[in-house]
């Protein structure tokens, strides 16, 4: 049968096969035949108009789409190729995004339904793409509706909010529906960092051991409660010198199962790349992108974790081959999320039998990440026994030690993969191995200690962790995720953040040799690395949104929208029904929020006042960001301004540290017969000489920088610039070639060329230089087709598709 339908799809003439991505379509192209012609539509080829709102809100919110200019020219190429085939077949993705690009070609290349097919797939793979040849449908229309409730819907949000954020807050802002969310969530958890009060208590350990017939073991156990006090744990201590011996009052042995995890949905894969990768959530996505796009891995922005028969199948022949029939368990999971709809089986290799595959390091980490996750959820389950042992302390009955040990009868699914978690390390019981142990036997003490410990803050969010709450609450989809949190940081309303942590001192009490000796330690607390934190603006919009639109912040708000879009995804909601009953309760709110008056800009806070010019300090979001005015608006005297430090926040910035900014600029010296200055930017703290500009190194202090080290900032500057000028051409002052990062490049009209590695950069004379300019510049034209064009903006590596994902959301 199958070879009957390779020879029917080889007879069909002048078939036009149009798919979202070159790199899709350089696949696919590889499995059909020459009468097929595969083309590109590089992502969305029409959107909602740019000019005004996009969206006839008289008219049942009718979307007003137009086919962008960067565009033009690829819708032009399709058509002309329409001309001249006699069945098209639109194979984008098989979500609700991808169903909307296959509606959009249809509207505006001027398709028919006589000859037009829809084709979707899950895989790229030969047997996919001749069963979707095989099995064609119409468009899904309800997909269509459901993608297009979200863009107008967060079109509308992001067009009426923006305003009231540039008249309230500051000019240039904008607010999207999910965006907001999500920095509401990293805003409220830096409030509880903020307001959390760490408790102290005492983690109590002892080292006990036995001698049999001359051969000495030891158990480690940890007391069952921590003692608030160091009083107590001093006390304990000195109960446990004088009990001559201990006895074992319990063994509990038990046999203990772990499961392998489910196969990777788009929202766990993002977050194990990030543990065990360091990937970010957009970088993995690009990846995973190319990935399915060469055909080795199935689609990836799915919330499914099922998979076929035939991925079952070959994944179980696979565990035998390699481990064993003693490691193979079969099995199907469901899915727990409501609005699994993205697609129709998890994230796996499209063929279980190739452990690995060629491509980047980046690509083949993420593959074989892939695999085995995919192989482990088919295998047995880990076979472990858990051995938990007390001992008592006599006279006291509450108070006992427990040592628990664990040992791998059977290793299954564990040979091959285990999930990280996102849980911060904390103090938790040690799992050790035992030596043979037997109730009532006796152990003498050898050492014991009493450690202070402190209650942890709340972990600031990963990108990773985001995710999980974000799908958790309901809010967002596959598609969405990604974007909403590339967004965010763009928008400079949240920042990934760095923190050293500050040094704090703990206590240690330690018995030995029947000895308390008490010291004092340190250790490094509050450190955070690639986290997320909320900058100023992106605290005072939220301050600002959750106050004024309560509604839109609010999470079930969020999630209840979301099953909505499923439910028009289902054919069971009219998507302008949705639509018209969020704005009639939405727009009275703007309405109201543009009309209120406040006296002080949102998010200002009066810090005091200066004691020599009696003037009043406040600190408030500025043009240029977070800054401290010295004045009021109405006084005579014109306000002065200052920015504040990087390391510096609008929350806690005190009164002292305000003033001090306004001693800034400082005249520090003179060099060359003018004057040397320090200052700070929107940037941070520079020198300034002869109206040119050098930044401080990071941790230097503009308020100590004395004339001698300008002076060296300076020279070290003039002597980096001589290092990057490798040629000037005085008949043309534009062009330049200059050292890079990279190796010389030739710069032009504020464009730059890459320079090929087998030329000798200094000896380029002008017109071979220009005419390095002139290839390039062919090239580079080439190169902005709309769709790539479009896909520069977006995440590396996708098409337009996911770049209009990020716009409203």
Same mark, same amino acid.
């Given at each position: 049968?199958?070879?009957?339908?390779?020879?029917?799809?080889?007879?069909?003439? #002048?078939?036009?096969?149009?798919?979202?991505? !070159?790199?899709?379509?350089?696949? $696919?192209?590889?499995?059909?035949?020459?009468?097929?012609?595969?083309?590109?539509?590089?992502?969305?080829?029409?959107?909602?108009?740019?000019?005004?709102?996009?969206?006839?809100?008289?008219?049942?919110?009718?979307?007003?789409? %137009?086919?962008?200019?960067?565009?033009?020219?690829?819708?032009?190429?399709?058509?002309?190729?329409?001309?001249?085939?006699?069945?098209?077949?639109?194979?984008?993705?098989?979500?609700?995004?991808?169903?909307?690009?296959?509606?959009?070609?249809?509207?505006?290349?001027?398709?028919?339904?006589?000859?037009?097919?829809?084709?979707?797939?899950?895989?790229?793979?030969?047997?996919?793409?001749?069963?979707?040849?095989?099995?064609?449908?119409?468009?899904?229309?309800?997909?269509?509706?459901?993608?297009?409730?979200?863009?107008?819907?967060?079109?509308?949000?992001?067009?009426?909010?923006?305003?009231?954020?540039?008249?309230?807050?500051?000019?240039?802002?904008?607010?999207?529906?999910?965006?907001?969310?999500?920095?509401?969530?990293?805003?409220?958890?830096?409030?509880?960092?903020?307001?959390?009060?760490?408790?102290?208590?005492?983690?109590?350990?002892?080292?006990?051991?036995?001698?049999?017939?001359?051969?000495?073991?030891?158990?480690?156990?940890?007391?069952?409660?921590?003692?608030?006090?160091? +009083?107590?744990?001093?006390?304990?201590?000195?109960?446990?010198?004088?009990?001559?011996?201990?006895?074992?009052?319990?063994?509990?042995?038990?046999?203990?199962?772990?499961?392998?995890?489910? !196969?990777?949905?788009?929202?766990?894969?993002?977050?194990?790349?990030?543990?065990?990768?360091?990937? =970010?959530?957009?970088?993995?996505?690009?990846?995973?992108?190319?990935?399915?796009?060469?055909?080795?891995?199935?689609?990836?922005?799915?919330?499914?974790?099922?998979?076929?028969?035939?991925?079952?199948?070959?994944?179980?022949?696979?565990?035998?081959?390699?481990?064993?029939?003693?490691?193979?368990?079969?099995?199907?999971?469901?899915?727990?999320?409501?609005?699994?709809?993205?697609?129709?089986?998890?994230?796996?290799?499209?063929?279980?039998? +190739?452990?690995?595959?060629?491509?980047?390091?980046?690509?083949?980490?993420?593959?074989?990440?892939?695999?085995?996750?995919?192989?482990?959820?088919?295998?047995?389950?880990? +076979?472990?026994?858990?051995?938990?042992?007390?001992? +008592?302390?006599?006279?006291?009955?509450?108070?006992?030690?427990?040592?628990?040990?664990?040992?791998?009868?059977?290793?299954?699914?564990?040979?091959?993969?285990? %999930?990280?978690?996102?849980?911060?390390?904390?103090?938790?019981?040690?799992?050790?191995?035992?030596?043979?142990?037997?109730?009532?036997?006796?152990?003498?003490?050898?050492?014991?200690?009493?450690?202070?410990?402190?209650?942890?803050?709340?972990?600031?969010?990963?990108?990773?962790?985001?995710?999980?709450?974000?799908?958790?609450?309901?809010?967002?989809?596959?598609?969405?995720?990604? !974007?909403?949190?590339?967004?965010?940081?763009?928008?400079?309303?949240?920042?990934?953040? /760095? @923190?050293?942590?500050?040094?704090?001192?703990? /206590?240690?009490? =330690?018995?030995?040799?029947?000895?308390?000796?008490?010291?004092?330690?340190?250790?490094?607390?509050?450190?955070?690395?690639?986290?997320?934190? !909320?900058?100023?603006?992106?605290?005072?919009?939220?301050?600002?949104?959750?106050?004024?639109?309560?509604?839109?912040?609010?999470?079930?708000?969020?999630?209840?929208?979301?099953?909505?879009?499923?439910?028009?995804?289902?054919?069971?909601?009219?998507?302008?029904?949705? @639509?018209?009953?969020?704005?009639?309760?939405?727009?009275?709110?703007?309405?109201?929020?543009?009309?209120?008056?406040?006296?002080? #800009?949102?998010?200002?806070?009066?810090?005091? $006042?200066?004691?020599?010019?009696?003037?009043? @300090?406040?600190?408030?979001?500025?043009?240029?960001?977070?800054?401290?005015?010295?004045?009021?608006?109405?006084?005579?005297?014109?306000?002065?301004?200052?920015?504040?430090?990087?390391?510096?926040?609008?929350?806690?910035?005190?009164?002292?540290?305000?003033? #001090?900014?306004?001693?800034?600029?400082?005249?520090?010296?003179?060099?060359?017969?003018?004057?040397?200055?320090?200052?700070?930017?929107?940037?941070?703290?520079?020198?300034?000489?002869?109206?040119?500009?050098?930044?401080?190194?990071?941790?230097?202090?503009?308020?100590?920088?004395?004339?001698?080290?300008?002076?060296?900032?300076?020279?070290?500057?003039?002597?980096?610039?001589?290092?990057?000028?490798?040629?000037?051409?005085?008949?043309?002052? %534009?062009?330049?070639?200059?050292?890079?990062?990279?190796?010389?490049?030739?710069?032009?009209?504020?464009?730059?060329?890459?320079?090929?590695?087998?030329?000798?950069?200094?000896?380029?004379?002008?017109?071979?230089?220009?005419?390095?300019?002139?290839?390039?510049?062919?090239?580079?034209?080439?190169?902005?087709?709309?769709?790539?064009?479009?896909?520069?903006?977006?995440?590396?590596?996708?098409?337009?598709? =996911?770049?209009?994902?990020?716009?409203?959301?």
């Amino acid at each position: 049968m199958r070879f009957n339908i390779e020879r029917k799809i080889k007879k069909m003439q #002048k078939n036009l096969v149009i798919v979202e991505s !070159p790199a899709k379509a350089k696949t $696919i192209e590889k499995f059909l035949g020459k009468d097929f012609k595969v083309m590109s539509s590089y992502g969305h080829i029409r959107d909602l108009k740019k000019k005004d709102l996009g969206i006839d809100m008289a008219n049942n919110y009718k979307p007003l789409y %137009e086919v962008p200019a960067d565009k033009k020219k690829v819708v032009t190429e399709l058509k002309s190729a329409v001309k001249n085939a006699d069945v098209v077949w639109l194979a984008s993705d098989e979500d609700r995004e991808g169903e909307a690009i296959s509606w959009h070609l249809f509207e505006t290349l001027g398709l028919k339904n006589k000859t037009t097919r829809r084709i979707a797939f899950h895989e790229i793979t030969k047997n996919a793409i001749i069963n979707a040849i095989e099995n064609p449908r119409d468009i899904d229309i309800n997909l269509v509706d459901a993608q297009q409730a979200r863009r107008v819907l967060d079109r509308i949000v992001g067009f009426e909010l923006s305003p009231v954020l540039w008249r309230k807050v500051k000019p240039a802002l904008s607010a999207g529906r999910v965006q907001s969310v999500a920095v509401r969530l990293i805003v409220e958890r830096e409030k509880e960092i903020d307001n959390f009060k760490s408790e102290a208590a005492y983690r109590v350990q002892a080292v006990f051991s036995k001698n049999e017939n001359g051969t000495v073991s030891e158990i480690t156990a940890e007391l069952n409660k921590r003692l608030k006090t160091k +009083e107590e744990a001093y006390e304990l201590l000195n109960l446990l010198k004088s009990i001559p011996s201990y006895s074992i009052s319990d063994i509990i042995t038990k046999p203990v199962k772990k499961s392998p995890a489910a !196969p990777f949905t788009t929202s766990t894969l993002q977050q194990e790349a990030s543990r065990k990768l360091g990937f =970010s959530v957009g970088q993995t996505m690009a990846i995973a992108q190319k990935l399915y796009e060469a055909g080795r891995i199935t689609y990836m922005r799915t919330d499914s974790v099922n998979l076929s028969g035939l991925a079952i199948n070959t994944s179980k022949s696979e565990i035998e081959r390699a481990y064993g029939k003693e490691y193979v368990k079969t099995r199907q999971f469901s899915t727990k999320s409501k609005g699994a709809q993205e697609a129709h089986e998890a994230i796996r290799p499209t063929y279980m039998n +190739e452990h690995t595959v060629s491509g980047t390091a980046q690509e083949q980490k993420l593959y074989e990440l892939i695999w085995k996750r995919t192989i482990a959820s088919q295998m047995a389950d880990a +076979e472990l026994e858990r051995t938990t042992v007390t001992v +008592e302390i006599p006279q006291h009955s509450d108070l006992k030690f427990v040592s628990t040990g664990e040992v791998i009868k059977f290793d299954g699914f564990l040979h091959v993969y285990l %999930e990280d978690t996102d849980d911060e390390p904390v103090d938790a019981d040690e799992t050790t191995l035992l030596p043979p142990l037997k109730k009532n036997e006796k152990l003498d003490l050898k050492e014991a200690s009493a450690t202070e410990r402190f209650t942890q803050r709340p972990p600031r969010y990963t990108e990773a962790s985001l995710v999980r709450k974000l799908e958790e609450l309901g809010i967002g989809r596959p598609s969405t995720y990604a !974007p909403t949190i590339s967004t965010i940081q763009n928008r400079e309303y949240v920042e990934k953040t /760095n @923190i050293e942590g500050v040094k704090r001192e703990y /206590n240690v009490l =330690s018995l030995k040799n029947g000895n308390i000796k008490d010291s004092v330690k340190t250790e490094i607390t509050g450190a955070d690395k690639n986290k997320l934190k !909320p900058t100023d603006i992106g605290i005072v919009v939220n301050e600002y949104l959750t106050g004024a639109f309560p509604g839109i912040l609010d999470y079930n708000f969020t999630a209840n929208v979301e099953k909505e879009f499923d439910n028009v995804a289902e054919g069971e909601q009219v998507w302008t029904d949705l @639509i018209d009953k969020f704005y009639k309760q939405f727009q009275p709110e703007v309405d109201k929020a543009l009309s209120e008056h406040t006296d002080h #800009k949102v998010g200002e806070r009066i810090l005091g $006042i200066d004691p020599k010019s009696g003037r009043q @300090i406040s600190v408030k979001i500025g043009r240029f960001g977070p800054m401290v005015q010295k004045g009021a608006t109405e006084d005579e005297e014109k306000p002065e301004f200052a920015s504040l430090q990087k390391d510096q926040s609008m929350g806690s910035i005190t009164l002292e540290e305000a003033l #001090k900014l306004f001693e800034l600029p400082r005249l520090v010296g003179e060099y060359e017969g003018k004057s040397i200055q320090v200052a700070i930017g929107r940037f941070g703290p520079y020198v300034r000489h002869d109206n040119k500009f050098v930044s401080l190194p990071k941790g230097t202090d503009p308020y100590t920088v004395n004339e001698e080290e300008a002076i060296l900032l300076i020279e070290d500057k003039r002597k980096k610039d001589r290092e990057k000028v490798i040629k000037i051409f005085d008949n043309d002052p %534009e062009l330049q070639i200059l050292n890079g990062r990279f190796g010389p490049y030739i710069a032009y009209q504020k464009a730059n060329y890459k320079i090929p590695k087998t030329t000798d950069a200094a000896s380029l004379t002008y017109e071979q230089a220009m005419e390095i300019v002139s290839k390039t510049g062919d090239a580079s034209d080439k190169k902005k087709k709309p769709a790539k064009a479009s896909a520069k903006k977006g995440t590396k590596g996708t098409a337009s598709k =996911s770049t209009k994902k990020t716009t409203e959301n």
